[in-house]
């Protein structure tokens, strides 16, 4: 069974920048799309970001556009979401997850989640 774990969520200011990691606990790492969803209080999970199997092809949330970033690492079994230039907005619980096949938006056709990293961004 495959184990997504984040980190480097935590508390940041208005502008700051954070970069989370998903690490994942499988030696087959490379054949799975990967994504970023997050989840306010009180509000639905959202598509953040998602990648290819070999990391060529990206897609962000035009809510991100331009200010987050996702990448990966096969040989570290790892994906990155740097997020720049951050809102009071996104803050939200962070979760990566992960699918086999091309790249989704839609979050239930992602199988493997992790437990989430809180981000709060502060004005």
């Known amino acids: 069974q495959v184990q997504l774990v984040e980190s480097g969520g935590g508390l940041v200011q208005a502008g700051g920048s954070l970069r989370l990691s998903c690490a994942a606990s499988?030696?087959?790492?490379?054949?799975?799309?990967m994504g970023w969803f997050r989840q306010a209080p009180g509000k639905e999970r959202e598509f953040v970001a998602t990648?290819?199997?070999?990391?060529?092809?990206?897609s962000c949330a035009d809510s991100v556009k331009g200010r987050f970033t996702i990448f990966r690492d096969n040989a570290k079994n790892t994906v990155y979401l740097q997020m720049n230039s951050l809102k009071s907005e996104d803050t939200a619980v962070y979760y990566c997850?992960?699918?086999?096949?091309?790249?989704?938006?839609?979050?239930?056709?992602?199988?493997?989640w992790g437990q989430g990293t809180q981000v709060t961004v502060s004005l």
């Open positions: 990648i290819s199997t070999g990391g060529e092809v990206t």
């Open positions: 997850a992960a699918k086999t096949g091309i790249t989704s938006r839609r979050f239930n056709e992602y199988t493997i």
């Open positions: 499988l030696r087959t790492f490379s054949i799975y799309a």
